[in-house]
C-alpha cells in the first residue's frame, strides 16, 4: 500500500515538473478552464510528457444572457 501511495506522488511530482517546464505555472494574467484543464491533464500524465505525450485542454463557458 505504502509503495503504491509512493509511486503516486512520484507520478504526479513529475507531471508537476513538467508542467512547469512548458510555463504552464507562469502565466497567471490569462486564467480560464482551458488553462486550468491543460495543467491538471499535464501533471496527471506525468512522465509520459517527456515521451511525447502533450495534452490540451480545450472548453467554451457559455455566455451569460442579459
Known sequence: ???GA???VIW???GATA???RGYFSDTDDA???EAG????TTV???LNWMGVNPKID????????
Request: hydrophobic residues 50%; charged residues 10%.
Open 1 to 3: 500500500m505504502r509503495i
Open 12 to 14: 504526479l511530482v513529475l
Open 32 to 34: 480560464s478552464c482551458a
Open 45 to 47: 500524465a506525468g512522465p
Open 38 to 41: 491543460t495543467v491538471i491533464v
Open 59 to 66: 472548453c467554451s463557458v457559455p455566455e451569460p444572457s442579459k
Open 6 to 8: 509512493v509511486l503516486i
Open 19 to 21: 508542467a512547469y517546464q
